[in-house]
Protein backbone atom coordinates (compact mmCIF):
# COMPACT_ATOMS: atom_id res chain seq x y z
CA UNK A 1 0.00 0.00 0.00
CA UNK A 2 2.74 2.25 0.79
CA UNK A 3 4.20 1.96 -2.71
CA UNK A 4 1.42 2.56 -4.48
CA UNK A 5 0.39 5.00 -2.58
CA UNK A 6 4.42 6.62 -3.16
CA UNK A 7 3.70 6.28 -7.50
CA UNK A 8 0.48 7.55 -7.10
CA UNK A 9 1.93 10.97 -5.60
CA UNK A 10 4.74 10.35 -8.15
CA UNK A 11 2.63 10.63 -11.33
CA UNK A 12 0.68 13.34 -9.37
CA UNK A 13 3.73 15.29 -9.27
CA UNK A 14 4.53 14.36 -12.76
CA UNK A 15 1.17 15.61 -14.00
CA UNK A 16 1.13 18.26 -12.53
CA UNK A 17 4.76 19.40 -13.52
CA UNK A 18 3.65 18.68 -17.24
CA UNK A 19 0.67 20.54 -16.69
CA UNK A 20 2.23 23.85 -15.79
CA UNK A 21 5.41 23.15 -19.09
CA UNK A 22 2.94 23.22 -21.86
CA UNK A 23 4.91 25.62 -23.36
CA UNK A 24 6.60 24.76 -27.02
CA UNK A 25 8.14 26.40 -29.86
CA UNK A 26 9.79 25.14 -33.12
CA UNK A 27 13.39 25.23 -33.92
CA UNK A 28 15.17 25.65 -37.57
CA UNK A 29 18.88 25.80 -39.12
CA UNK A 30 19.17 26.88 -42.66
CA UNK A 31 22.49 26.54 -44.46
CA UNK A 32 22.53 28.60 -47.02
CA UNK A 33 24.72 29.04 -50.51
CA UNK A 34 24.07 31.86 -52.26
CA UNK A 35 25.49 33.19 -55.83
CA UNK A 36 24.26 36.40 -56.77
CA UNK A 37 24.54 38.16 -60.16
CA UNK A 38 24.07 42.01 -60.00
CA UNK A 39 24.29 42.55 -63.23
CA UNK A 40 20.61 41.00 -63.76
CA UNK A 41 19.56 41.40 -60.41
CA UNK A 42 18.72 37.57 -59.91
CA UNK A 43 20.34 35.05 -57.42
CA UNK A 44 20.66 30.96 -57.66
CA UNK A 45 21.13 29.66 -54.25
CA UNK A 46 20.95 25.94 -52.66
CA UNK A 47 19.68 25.63 -48.75
CA UNK A 48 19.84 22.81 -46.63
CA UNK A 49 17.25 23.74 -43.73
CA UNK A 50 17.26 21.18 -40.80
CA UNK A 51 13.48 21.65 -38.96
CA UNK A 52 12.80 19.99 -35.43
CA UNK A 53 9.29 19.08 -34.66
CA UNK A 54 8.59 20.20 -30.93
CA UNK A 55 4.93 19.92 -31.38
CA UNK A 56 2.63 17.46 -30.36
CA UNK A 57 1.34 17.04 -33.77
CA UNK A 58 2.43 14.90 -36.58
CA UNK A 59 3.38 17.13 -39.53
CA UNK A 60 2.41 15.32 -42.82
CA UNK A 61 2.93 18.67 -44.74
CA UNK A 62 5.06 22.18 -44.24
CA UNK A 63 4.89 25.70 -45.82
CA UNK A 64 7.17 28.46 -47.16
CA UNK A 65 7.01 32.07 -47.86
CA UNK A 66 8.08 33.19 -51.27
CA UNK A 67 7.59 36.55 -50.12
CA UNK A 68 9.22 38.06 -54.07
CA UNK A 69 6.01 37.00 -55.54
CA UNK A 70 4.12 39.89 -54.18
CA UNK A 71 6.10 42.03 -56.71
CA UNK A 72 3.99 41.14 -59.63
CA UNK A 73 1.10 42.77 -61.38
CA UNK A 74 -2.22 41.18 -60.08
CA UNK A 75 -1.13 39.56 -56.97
CA UNK A 76 -2.80 39.82 -53.93
CA UNK A 77 -0.42 42.64 -52.53
CA UNK A 78 -1.22 44.35 -55.32
CA UNK A 79 -4.53 44.06 -55.94
CA UNK A 80 -5.22 44.97 -51.71
CA UNK A 81 -3.15 48.06 -51.71
CA UNK A 82 -5.49 48.78 -55.07
CA UNK A 83 -9.21 48.46 -53.17
CA UNK A 84 -7.76 49.96 -49.88
CA UNK A 85 -9.59 53.79 -49.38
CA UNK A 86 -5.97 55.28 -48.76
CA UNK A 87 -3.31 53.08 -50.15
CA UNK A 88 0.05 52.86 -49.12
CA UNK A 89 1.96 55.72 -51.10
CA UNK A 90 4.68 53.67 -51.59
CA UNK A 91 3.18 51.00 -53.30
CA UNK A 92 -0.10 52.64 -54.60
CA UNK A 93 -0.23 51.03 -58.36
CA UNK A 94 3.36 50.81 -58.62
CA UNK A 95 3.33 46.71 -58.36
CA UNK A 96 0.70 47.04 -61.65
CA UNK A 97 2.93 48.25 -63.67
CA UNK A 98 6.43 46.24 -63.11
CA UNK A 99 7.82 45.41 -66.24
CA UNK A 100 9.27 41.85 -66.74
CA UNK A 101 12.93 42.39 -65.84
CA UNK A 102 11.45 44.63 -62.42
CA UNK A 103 8.93 41.74 -60.91
CA UNK A 104 10.21 39.83 -58.23
CA UNK A 105 9.56 36.07 -58.47
CA UNK A 106 11.11 32.93 -56.30
CA UNK A 107 11.40 29.59 -58.52
CA UNK A 108 11.66 26.64 -56.68
CA UNK A 109 13.92 24.57 -59.17
CA UNK A 110 14.15 21.38 -56.75
CA UNK A 111 13.05 20.16 -53.11
CA UNK A 112 13.57 17.34 -50.93
CA UNK A 113 12.88 16.08 -47.82
CA UNK A 114 15.51 13.67 -46.68
CA UNK A 115 16.93 13.45 -50.12
CA UNK A 116 14.04 11.86 -51.22
CA UNK A 117 11.67 14.48 -54.24
CA UNK A 118 8.73 15.77 -52.48
CA UNK A 119 5.26 17.05 -54.00
CA UNK A 120 4.89 20.67 -53.78
CA UNK A 121 2.65 23.89 -54.87
CA UNK A 122 3.28 27.52 -55.32
CA UNK A 123 -0.24 29.38 -54.72
CA UNK A 124 0.94 33.16 -54.99
CA UNK A 125 3.42 33.72 -51.86
CA UNK A 126 2.91 30.29 -50.05
CA UNK A 127 4.78 27.35 -50.97
CA UNK A 128 2.66 24.04 -49.96
CA UNK A 129 4.52 21.07 -49.53
CA UNK A 130 3.34 17.62 -49.09
CA UNK A 131 5.93 15.30 -46.82
CA UNK A 132 6.86 11.83 -47.71
CA UNK A 133 7.22 10.97 -44.29
CA UNK A 134 5.19 12.45 -41.73
CA UNK A 135 7.66 14.82 -39.15
CA UNK A 136 6.67 13.12 -36.03
CA UNK A 137 6.55 14.78 -32.25
CA UNK A 138 10.27 15.04 -31.11
CA UNK A 139 11.17 14.06 -34.49
CA UNK A 140 13.13 16.34 -37.11
CA UNK A 141 13.48 16.49 -41.30
CA UNK A 142 16.09 17.27 -43.26
CA UNK A 143 14.95 19.44 -46.16
CA UNK A 144 17.04 20.20 -49.47
CA UNK A 145 16.46 23.25 -51.68
CA UNK A 146 17.23 24.81 -54.98
CA UNK A 147 15.52 27.88 -56.01
CA UNK A 148 16.43 31.14 -58.50
CA UNK A 149 15.08 34.30 -57.66
CA UNK A 150 14.67 37.50 -59.20
CA UNK A 151 14.75 40.55 -57.35
CA UNK A 152 12.36 43.43 -57.70
CA UNK A 153 12.53 46.95 -58.14
CA UNK A 154 12.01 48.08 -54.88
CA UNK A 155 8.57 49.23 -53.88
CA UNK A 156 8.04 48.30 -50.58
CA UNK A 157 11.18 47.12 -47.86
CA UNK A 158 12.45 44.79 -49.96
CA UNK A 159 14.22 44.85 -53.66
CA UNK A 160 16.84 46.53 -55.66
CA UNK A 161 18.00 50.51 -57.20
CA UNK A 162 16.04 52.45 -54.18
CA UNK A 163 15.38 55.77 -54.21
CA UNK A 164 18.49 56.92 -52.58
CA UNK A 165 20.51 54.92 -54.69
CA UNK A 166 21.31 51.67 -52.51
CA UNK A 167 21.74 48.85 -55.14
CA UNK A 168 20.31 45.89 -52.88
CA UNK A 169 18.25 45.73 -50.24
CA UNK A 170 17.95 41.97 -49.03
CA UNK A 171 15.26 41.32 -47.21
CA UNK A 172 12.29 38.72 -47.07
CA UNK A 173 14.26 37.35 -50.04
CA UNK A 174 14.74 33.95 -49.35
CA UNK A 175 12.09 31.24 -48.93
CA UNK A 176 11.33 31.18 -45.60
CA UNK A 177 9.47 28.49 -43.67
CA UNK A 178 6.15 29.35 -42.08
CA UNK A 179 5.89 29.07 -38.25
CA UNK A 180 4.13 26.39 -36.79
CA UNK A 181 2.50 26.70 -32.70
CA UNK A 182 -0.63 25.63 -30.50
CA UNK A 183 -2.49 27.22 -32.88
CA UNK A 184 -1.66 25.98 -36.01
CA UNK A 185 0.47 26.69 -39.36
CA UNK A 186 0.62 30.59 -39.84
CA UNK A 187 0.60 31.28 -43.70
CA UNK A 188 -1.15 34.68 -44.42
CA UNK A 189 -0.37 35.60 -47.82
CA UNK A 190 2.21 38.99 -47.97
CA UNK A 191 0.21 41.94 -48.67
CA UNK A 192 2.79 44.32 -47.18
CA UNK A 193 2.67 44.07 -43.69
CA UNK A 194 4.13 42.21 -40.91
CA UNK A 195 6.31 38.61 -40.39
CA UNK A 196 6.49 35.68 -37.82
CA UNK A 197 9.36 33.13 -38.40
CA UNK A 198 10.79 30.19 -36.29
CA UNK A 199 14.25 30.73 -33.91
CA UNK A 200 17.14 28.70 -35.00
CA UNK A 201 20.19 29.13 -36.76
CA UNK A 202 21.33 30.61 -40.08
CA UNK A 203 25.18 29.61 -41.41
CA UNK A 204 24.69 32.35 -44.64
CA UNK A 205 27.25 32.11 -47.37
CA UNK A 206 27.03 35.02 -50.47
CA UNK A 207 28.71 34.61 -53.23
CA UNK A 208 28.89 38.65 -55.25
CA UNK A 209 30.94 40.86 -57.57
CA UNK A 210 33.66 41.98 -54.84
CA UNK A 211 33.03 45.51 -54.99
CA UNK A 212 30.00 45.74 -52.90
CA UNK A 213 29.88 45.64 -49.36
CA UNK A 214 27.55 43.55 -47.17
CA UNK A 215 25.91 44.57 -43.76
CA UNK A 216 23.11 42.27 -42.01
CA UNK A 217 22.27 39.53 -39.80
CA UNK A 218 24.60 37.75 -38.46
CA UNK A 219 28.18 37.88 -37.70
CA UNK A 220 31.03 37.65 -40.35
CA UNK A 221 33.16 34.62 -40.12
CA UNK A 222 35.85 36.23 -42.45
CA UNK A 223 36.94 39.75 -42.21
CA UNK A 224 40.42 39.06 -43.03
CA UNK A 225 39.63 38.05 -46.53
CA UNK A 226 36.92 40.26 -47.01
CA UNK A 227 38.47 43.62 -45.99
CA UNK A 228 35.97 46.32 -46.64
CA UNK A 229 35.86 47.94 -43.72
CA UNK A 230 36.85 44.88 -41.40
CA UNK A 231 40.91 44.66 -42.06
CA UNK A 232 42.70 47.38 -44.37
CA UNK A 233 43.46 44.65 -46.60
CA UNK A 234 41.51 44.90 -49.95
CA UNK A 235 40.82 41.68 -52.00
CA UNK A 236 41.88 41.90 -55.64
CA UNK A 237 40.00 38.79 -56.36
CA UNK A 238 36.76 39.35 -59.05
CA UNK A 239 34.46 37.98 -56.34
CA UNK A 240 34.32 37.25 -52.56
CA UNK A 241 32.51 34.83 -50.45
CA UNK A 242 31.15 36.61 -47.20
CA UNK A 243 30.33 33.81 -44.62
CA UNK A 244 27.64 35.00 -42.00
CA UNK A 245 26.37 32.73 -39.04
CA UNK A 246 23.60 33.96 -36.83
CA UNK A 247 22.22 32.52 -34.07
CA UNK A 248 18.91 31.88 -32.06
CA UNK A 249 17.14 34.43 -34.30
CA UNK A 250 14.29 34.07 -37.02
CA UNK A 251 14.74 35.82 -40.08
CA UNK A 252 18.02 36.91 -42.16
CA UNK A 253 18.11 40.15 -43.61
CA UNK A 254 21.26 42.16 -45.30
CA UNK A 255 21.88 45.21 -47.67
CA UNK A 256 24.63 45.62 -50.17
CA UNK A 257 26.33 48.43 -52.15
CA UNK A 258 29.09 49.08 -53.92
CA UNK A 259 29.72 52.61 -52.35
CA UNK A 260 29.21 51.98 -48.74
CA UNK A 261 30.55 53.61 -46.04
CA UNK A 262 31.51 51.02 -43.40
CA UNK A 263 32.02 52.14 -39.78
CA UNK A 264 32.30 50.19 -36.50
CA UNK A 265 31.79 51.65 -33.27
CA UNK A 266 31.80 49.80 -30.24
CA UNK A 267 28.68 49.81 -27.59
CA UNK A 268 30.19 47.69 -25.02
CA UNK A 269 32.77 44.68 -24.00
CA UNK A 270 30.00 42.30 -25.51
CA UNK A 271 28.44 44.42 -28.81
CA UNK A 272 29.97 46.04 -31.70
CA UNK A 273 27.98 48.62 -34.26
CA UNK A 274 28.05 48.49 -37.66
CA UNK A 275 26.86 51.36 -39.87
CA UNK A 276 26.77 51.00 -43.35
CA UNK A 277 25.31 54.68 -45.61
CA UNK A 278 26.43 55.52 -49.13
CA UNK A 279 29.41 57.91 -49.54
CA UNK A 280 29.43 60.76 -51.54
CA UNK A 281 26.98 63.21 -49.48
CA UNK A 282 28.64 65.47 -46.72
CA UNK A 283 25.42 66.04 -45.17
CA UNK A 284 24.65 62.54 -44.58
CA UNK A 285 28.17 61.76 -43.95
CA UNK A 286 27.89 64.22 -40.81
CA UNK A 287 24.29 63.17 -40.17
CA UNK A 288 25.45 59.55 -39.32
CA UNK A 289 28.00 60.10 -37.24
CA UNK A 290 26.00 61.71 -35.21
CA UNK A 291 23.77 58.91 -35.03
CA UNK A 292 26.88 56.66 -34.52
CA UNK A 293 27.05 59.20 -31.09
CA UNK A 294 23.14 58.42 -30.44
CA UNK A 295 22.78 55.48 -30.61
CA UNK A 296 25.00 54.26 -28.63
CA UNK A 297 23.76 56.53 -26.02
CA UNK A 298 20.23 55.31 -27.09
CA UNK A 299 21.05 51.16 -26.82
CA UNK A 300 22.51 51.64 -23.07
CA UNK A 301 19.26 53.41 -22.39
CA UNK A 302 17.52 50.59 -23.80
CA UNK A 303 19.73 47.95 -22.26
CA UNK A 304 18.95 49.59 -18.48
CA UNK A 305 14.99 50.23 -18.84
CA UNK A 306 13.97 47.05 -21.20
CA UNK A 307 16.74 44.24 -20.88
CA UNK A 308 20.20 43.87 -22.10
CA UNK A 309 20.92 43.49 -25.77
CA UNK A 310 22.01 39.65 -25.98
CA UNK A 311 23.72 39.56 -29.63
CA UNK A 312 27.32 40.61 -30.71
CA UNK A 313 26.72 43.02 -33.00
CA UNK A 314 23.87 45.20 -34.56
CA UNK A 315 24.01 47.14 -38.37
CA UNK A 316 22.70 49.89 -39.37
CA UNK A 317 22.11 49.69 -42.86
CA UNK A 318 20.83 52.25 -45.53
CA UNK A 319 18.62 50.68 -47.71
CA UNK A 320 15.05 50.80 -46.82
CA UNK A 321 11.62 52.98 -47.90
CA UNK A 322 11.29 54.20 -44.39
CA UNK A 323 12.81 51.65 -42.05
CA UNK A 324 12.13 48.00 -41.14
CA UNK A 325 13.25 46.22 -38.73
CA UNK A 326 15.17 42.94 -38.48
CA UNK A 327 17.25 40.12 -36.64
CA UNK A 328 20.74 42.35 -35.67
CA UNK A 329 20.24 44.40 -38.15
CA UNK A 330 17.27 47.20 -39.63
CA UNK A 331 17.70 48.89 -42.86
CA UNK A 332 16.56 52.58 -43.20
CA UNK A 333 16.27 55.43 -45.35
CA UNK A 334 19.78 57.62 -44.80
CA UNK A 335 18.92 60.93 -46.39
CA UNK A 336 17.44 62.53 -44.10
CA UNK A 337 18.64 66.32 -43.39
CA UNK A 338 16.86 66.09 -40.25
CA UNK A 339 18.89 64.39 -37.52
CA UNK A 340 16.26 63.67 -35.26
CA UNK A 341 14.40 62.02 -37.60
CA UNK A 342 17.15 59.75 -38.58
CA UNK A 343 17.55 59.31 -35.16
CA UNK A 344 14.21 58.25 -34.48
CA UNK A 345 13.60 56.09 -37.63
CA UNK A 346 17.31 54.26 -36.05
CA UNK A 347 15.85 54.17 -32.53
CA UNK A 348 12.27 52.53 -33.03
CA UNK A 349 13.85 49.93 -35.82
CA UNK A 350 16.51 48.83 -33.23
CA UNK A 351 13.87 48.96 -30.47
CA UNK A 352 12.07 46.14 -32.06
CA UNK A 353 15.38 43.86 -31.20
CA UNK A 354 13.59 43.60 -27.87
CA UNK A 355 9.85 43.39 -29.32
CA UNK A 356 9.87 41.79 -32.42
CA UNK A 357 13.54 40.42 -32.34
CA UNK A 358 14.35 38.51 -29.00
CA UNK A 359 10.57 38.61 -28.03
CA UNK A 360 9.10 37.39 -30.88
CA UNK A 361 6.02 38.35 -30.93
CA UNK A 362 3.52 36.83 -33.79
CA UNK A 363 3.90 40.53 -35.62
CA UNK A 364 0.52 39.15 -37.92
CA UNK A 365 -1.72 38.76 -35.38
CA UNK A 366 -0.28 41.38 -32.61
CA UNK A 367 0.86 44.43 -34.27
CA UNK A 368 -0.24 45.99 -31.53
CA UNK A 369 2.20 44.32 -29.52
CA UNK A 370 5.02 44.18 -31.72
CA UNK A 371 4.43 47.88 -32.98
CA UNK A 372 2.86 49.44 -29.84
CA UNK A 373 5.39 48.28 -27.48
CA UNK A 374 8.31 49.19 -29.67
CA UNK A 375 6.68 53.00 -30.21
CA UNK A 376 6.11 53.23 -26.42
CA UNK A 377 10.34 52.35 -25.65
CA UNK A 378 10.79 54.76 -28.64
CA UNK A 379 9.06 57.51 -26.89
CA UNK A 380 10.72 56.88 -23.70
CA UNK A 381 14.05 56.94 -25.37
CA UNK A 382 13.95 59.45 -27.52
CA UNK A 383 13.14 61.96 -24.35
CA UNK A 384 15.91 60.75 -22.66
CA UNK A 385 18.24 61.24 -26.20
CA UNK A 386 17.08 64.81 -26.92
CA UNK A 387 16.95 66.12 -22.81
CA UNK A 388 13.10 66.18 -22.58
CA UNK A 389 12.96 63.26 -19.78
CA UNK A 390 10.24 65.62 -18.06
CA UNK A 391 8.21 66.09 -20.26
CA UNK A 392 5.12 63.45 -20.93
CA UNK A 393 6.92 61.09 -23.70
CA UNK A 394 3.32 60.23 -25.19
CA UNK A 395 1.94 62.97 -25.73
CA UNK A 396 1.89 63.06 -29.73
CA UNK A 397 0.17 59.34 -29.34
CA UNK A 398 -2.75 60.29 -26.80
CA UNK A 399 -2.95 63.27 -29.48
CA UNK A 400 -3.24 60.93 -32.31
CA UNK A 401 -5.62 58.53 -30.17
CA UNK A 402 -8.42 61.49 -30.02
CA UNK A 403 -8.12 62.12 -33.62
CA UNK A 404 -9.06 58.36 -34.01
CA UNK A 405 -12.11 58.71 -31.90
CA UNK A 406 -13.27 61.64 -33.91
CA UNK A 407 -12.67 60.12 -37.58
CA UNK A 408 -15.24 57.12 -37.27
CA UNK A 409 -12.46 54.68 -38.52
CA UNK A 410 -11.46 53.00 -35.65
CA UNK A 411 -10.82 48.89 -35.53
CA UNK A 412 -10.65 46.88 -32.49
CA UNK A 413 -6.31 46.70 -31.62
CA UNK A 414 -6.92 42.75 -31.73
CA UNK A 415 -7.53 42.75 -35.76
CA UNK A 416 -4.95 40.86 -37.71
CA UNK A 417 -2.23 43.53 -39.44
CA UNK A 418 -3.66 42.51 -42.64
CA UNK A 419 -7.26 42.80 -41.87
CA UNK A 420 -7.87 46.28 -40.86
CA UNK A 421 -10.15 48.24 -43.41
CA UNK A 422 -7.98 51.01 -43.90
CA UNK A 423 -3.97 51.82 -43.60
CA UNK A 424 -5.13 54.83 -40.98
CA UNK A 425 -7.01 52.03 -38.90
CA UNK A 426 -4.06 49.88 -38.66
CA UNK A 427 -1.41 52.54 -38.21
CA UNK A 428 -3.50 53.81 -35.21
CA UNK A 429 -4.32 50.80 -33.51
CA UNK A 430 -0.65 48.92 -34.01
CA UNK A 431 1.19 52.45 -33.09
CA UNK A 432 -0.80 54.21 -31.41
CA UNK A 433 -3.38 52.57 -29.08
CA UNK A 434 -0.51 49.57 -28.87
CA UNK A 435 2.08 52.64 -26.90
CA UNK A 436 -0.84 53.95 -24.93
CA UNK A 437 -1.68 50.09 -24.19
CA UNK A 438 1.80 50.47 -22.27
CA UNK A 439 1.77 53.72 -20.74
CA UNK A 440 -2.04 53.51 -19.41
CA UNK A 441 -0.68 50.31 -17.34
CA UNK A 442 1.76 52.47 -15.82
CA UNK A 443 -1.28 54.80 -14.47
CA UNK A 444 -3.20 51.24 -13.47
CA UNK A 445 0.06 49.34 -11.58
CA UNK A 446 2.47 52.38 -11.07
CA UNK A 447 5.87 53.30 -12.33
CA UNK A 448 7.76 51.01 -10.34
CA UNK A 449 5.79 47.96 -11.06
CA UNK A 450 5.98 48.65 -14.88
CA UNK A 451 9.86 49.03 -15.09
CA UNK A 452 9.85 45.70 -13.27
CA UNK A 453 7.35 44.57 -15.25
CA UNK A 454 9.01 44.83 -18.59
CA UNK A 455 12.43 43.72 -17.54
CA UNK A 456 10.99 40.67 -16.44
CA UNK A 457 9.07 40.38 -19.50
CA UNK A 458 12.02 40.19 -21.49
CA UNK A 459 14.00 37.88 -19.09
CA UNK A 460 11.06 35.12 -19.08
CA UNK A 461 10.00 35.20 -22.73
CA UNK A 462 13.21 36.14 -24.44
CA UNK A 463 13.88 34.14 -27.74
CA UNK A 464 10.01 32.47 -27.38
CA UNK A 465 6.88 33.74 -28.94
CA UNK A 466 4.81 35.52 -26.28
CA UNK A 467 1.40 36.70 -26.68
CA UNK A 468 -0.61 39.11 -24.95
CA UNK A 469 -1.82 37.21 -22.01
CA UNK A 470 1.73 35.68 -21.21
CA UNK A 471 2.66 39.62 -20.56
CA UNK A 472 -0.68 40.24 -18.90
CA UNK A 473 0.04 37.50 -16.31
CA UNK A 474 4.10 39.06 -15.89
CA UNK A 475 2.12 42.34 -14.80
CA UNK A 476 -0.36 40.82 -12.62
CA UNK A 477 2.50 38.78 -11.22
CA UNK A 478 4.52 42.02 -10.40
CA UNK A 479 1.80 44.43 -9.05
CA UNK A 480 -0.61 41.77 -7.54
CA UNK A 481 -3.60 44.14 -9.67
CA UNK A 482 -6.27 41.73 -11.73
CA UNK A 483 -5.50 42.82 -15.16
CA UNK A 484 -8.02 40.95 -17.50
CA UNK A 485 -10.42 43.44 -17.83
CA UNK A 486 -7.84 46.26 -19.20
CA UNK A 487 -7.24 44.35 -21.59
CA UNK A 488 -10.13 42.71 -22.67
CA UNK A 489 -11.56 46.37 -23.24
CA UNK A 490 -8.70 48.07 -24.65
CA UNK A 491 -7.55 45.43 -27.08
CA UNK A 492 -10.80 43.63 -28.19
CA UNK A 493 -13.12 46.66 -28.18
CA UNK A 494 -13.20 50.34 -29.23
CA UNK A 495 -14.83 51.56 -26.22
CA UNK A 496 -13.37 54.82 -24.78
CA UNK A 497 -12.71 56.35 -21.40
CA UNK A 498 -14.95 59.27 -20.23
CA UNK A 499 -14.98 60.25 -16.50
CA UNK A 500 -16.38 63.70 -14.96
CA UNK A 501 -17.26 65.67 -11.95
CA UNK A 502 -20.63 65.90 -11.84
CA UNK A 503 -21.61 67.62 -8.11
CA UNK A 504 -19.69 68.89 -5.41
CA UNK A 505 -21.48 69.69 -2.32
CA UNK A 506 -20.92 71.01 1.55
CA UNK A 507 -22.25 69.89 4.58
CA UNK A 508 -20.60 70.38 8.39
CA UNK A 509 -17.96 71.46 7.02
CA UNK A 510 -17.21 68.50 4.71
CA UNK A 511 -17.36 68.41 1.36
CA UNK A 512 -18.81 65.19 -0.89
CA UNK A 513 -17.56 64.94 -4.33
CA UNK A 514 -19.74 62.77 -7.00
CA UNK A 515 -17.97 61.46 -9.60
CA UNK A 516 -19.34 59.38 -13.26
CA UNK A 517 -18.31 57.12 -15.12
CA UNK A 518 -19.66 57.97 -18.73
CA UNK A 519 -17.22 55.73 -20.90
CA UNK A 520 -17.59 51.95 -21.27
CA UNK A 521 -14.05 51.27 -20.34
CA UNK A 522 -13.75 51.60 -16.55
CA UNK A 523 -10.77 52.94 -14.51
CA UNK A 524 -9.21 53.58 -11.62
CA UNK A 525 -9.04 57.04 -10.77
CA UNK A 526 -6.37 59.65 -9.65
CA UNK A 527 -8.07 63.01 -8.13
CA UNK A 528 -6.11 65.89 -7.27
CA UNK A 529 -7.09 68.72 -5.38
CA UNK A 530 -5.71 72.29 -4.48
CA UNK A 531 -6.64 74.50 -1.65
CA UNK A 532 -6.90 78.12 -2.01
CA UNK A 533 -4.14 78.56 0.68
CA UNK A 534 -1.54 76.44 -1.85
CA UNK A 535 -1.52 72.69 0.17
CA UNK A 536 -2.10 69.58 -3.11
CA UNK A 537 -4.20 67.16 -1.81
CA UNK A 538 -4.23 63.95 -3.88
CA UNK A 539 -6.74 61.09 -3.54
CA UNK A 540 -6.70 57.54 -5.41
CA UNK A 541 -9.87 55.57 -6.33
CA UNK A 542 -8.92 51.89 -7.24
CA UNK A 543 -11.48 49.56 -9.38
CA UNK A 544 -12.48 46.48 -7.47
CA UNK A 545 -12.26 44.35 -10.10
CA UNK A 546 -8.27 45.17 -9.95
CA UNK A 547 -8.32 42.88 -6.43
CA UNK A 548 -5.89 45.50 -5.38
CA UNK A 549 -4.36 48.78 -5.45
CA UNK A 550 -1.13 50.46 -7.17
CA UNK A 551 1.73 51.64 -4.53
CA UNK A 552 0.64 55.27 -3.74
CA UNK A 553 2.86 57.90 -1.76
CA UNK A 554 1.30 61.36 -0.02
CA UNK A 555 -2.14 60.05 -1.26
CA UNK A 556 -5.33 59.03 0.48
CA UNK A 557 -7.09 55.64 -0.87
CA UNK A 558 -10.77 55.52 -1.01
CA UNK A 559 -12.93 52.15 -1.20
CA UNK A 560 -12.89 50.35 -4.54
CA UNK A 561 -15.16 51.39 -6.82
CA UNK A 562 -17.19 48.89 -8.29
CA UNK A 563 -16.68 49.00 -12.15
CA UNK A 564 -21.10 48.33 -13.03
CA UNK A 565 -21.86 51.44 -10.91
CA UNK A 566 -22.08 54.38 -13.24
CA UNK A 567 -21.45 56.57 -10.27
CA UNK A 568 -19.35 56.91 -7.47
CA UNK A 569 -18.92 59.78 -4.22
CA UNK A 570 -16.95 60.11 -1.55
CA UNK A 571 -16.44 62.84 1.30
CA UNK A 572 -13.36 64.97 2.08
CA UNK A 573 -13.01 66.87 5.41
CA UNK A 574 -12.35 70.22 3.68
CA UNK A 575 -15.25 73.11 3.19
CA UNK A 576 -15.83 73.83 -0.09
CA UNK A 577 -15.04 77.15 0.22
CA UNK A 578 -11.48 76.15 1.28
CA UNK A 579 -10.87 74.49 -2.38
CA UNK A 580 -9.62 75.94 -5.49
CA UNK A 581 -9.63 73.36 -8.09
CA UNK A 582 -10.37 69.71 -8.31
CA UNK A 583 -8.99 67.48 -11.25
CA UNK A 584 -9.60 63.92 -12.32
CA UNK A 585 -6.16 62.45 -13.79
CA UNK A 586 -4.56 65.75 -13.73
CA UNK A 587 -1.38 64.05 -14.94
CA UNK A 588 -3.18 62.89 -18.25
CA UNK A 589 -2.66 59.35 -17.52
CA UNK A 590 -5.51 58.03 -19.34
CA UNK A 591 -7.43 58.78 -22.22
CA UNK A 592 -10.32 60.46 -21.06
CA UNK A 593 -11.99 61.71 -24.14
CA UNK A 594 -13.53 64.64 -22.78
CA UNK A 595 -11.20 66.68 -20.29
CA UNK A 596 -13.49 69.11 -20.18
CA UNK A 597 -15.48 68.23 -17.22
CA UNK A 598 -12.59 66.62 -15.27
CA UNK A 599 -12.83 69.74 -12.97
CA UNK A 600 -14.17 71.70 -10.50
CA UNK A 601 -15.31 74.15 -10.92
CA UNK A 602 -15.64 73.94 -14.94
CA UNK A 603 -12.53 75.84 -15.70
CA UNK A 604 -9.38 75.71 -17.90
CA UNK A 605 -6.96 75.14 -14.95
CA UNK A 606 -2.94 74.00 -15.32
CA UNK A 607 -1.64 71.43 -12.44
CA UNK A 608 1.66 71.92 -11.48
Not at 161 to 173: A, F, H, I, R, Y
Not at 467 to 474: A, E, I, Q, T
Amino acid sequence: MKKLMLALFSIMLLNNAVAQNTYWQQKINYNMNVKMDVENNKYTAETEITYYNNSPDNLHKVYFHLYYNAFQPGSEMDVRQQNLPDPDGRIGTRISKLTDDEIGYQKIIELKQNNKSVKWKVEGTILEVTLNKAIKPGGKATFSLKNEAQIPLQIRRTGRDNKEGVKLSMTQWYPKMAEYDNEGWHINPYIAREFFGVYGKFDVTIDIDSKYTIGGTGILQNPKEIGHGYSATKSKKSRLKWHFVADNVHDFAWGADADYIHDIVKLNDKTDFHFLYKKGNEKRTKNWKVLEEKMVLAFKFMNKNFGEYPYKQFSFVQGGDGGMEYPMSTLILGNGADIKGLVGLAVHESMHSWYYGVLGMNEQKYSWMDEGFTSWAEDLTMNYLFGKEGANPFEKAYEGYYRLQKSGKEEAMSTGADLYNSNYAYGRASYTKGSIFLAQLEYIIGTENMKTTMLNFFDKWKFKHPNPNDFKRVAEKVSGIQLQWYLDKWIYTTQHIDYAIKLVSTADNNTKINIEKLGDIPMPIDITMILKNGKKVKYYIPLRIMRGVKPTTNTIVQKAWPWVYPKYSFTINYNINDIEIIGIDVENGMTDIDKSNNYYPVKEFVFE
